[in-house]
């Protein structure tokens, strides 16, 4: 779905609710990009769904009014050294919705 000439997103249809795959845009237009997803699929008589550990976008969505739920993400050793694991384990994640690891 094109939002706008730079802002893009990718919406999967599951049952009653919306699921937010992608969202490419500029991070100023992501607060305003995640409201018009959520208002389009309130007005189709849809749920929206989207999840996120980006701050800028937690922001976003709260300010859309979304309902949150908190989660977790976890890591599970794969034989790096140990130093590797550290790294790993304490690098700055960005995940967002449609991400699959």
Known sequence: MRLAHDSYAA?????????????????RKRARNIAALAA????????FFMYTL????????????????AGYLMLQPTGLPGDG???????????QSGDRM
């Open 11 to 27: 919406i999967e249809a599951v049952n009653g609710t919306d699921r937010l795959q992608l969202l490419v845009c500029p991070n």
């Open 85 to 95: 694991w550290e790294r790993l384990a304490g690098a700055v994640w960005r995940v």
């Open 54 to 69: 980006d701050p800028a976008e937690v922001a976003a969505a709260r300010r859309a009014q979304l309902r949150m739920r």
């Open 40 to 47: 389009a699929s309130t007005a189709a008589g849809r749920y």
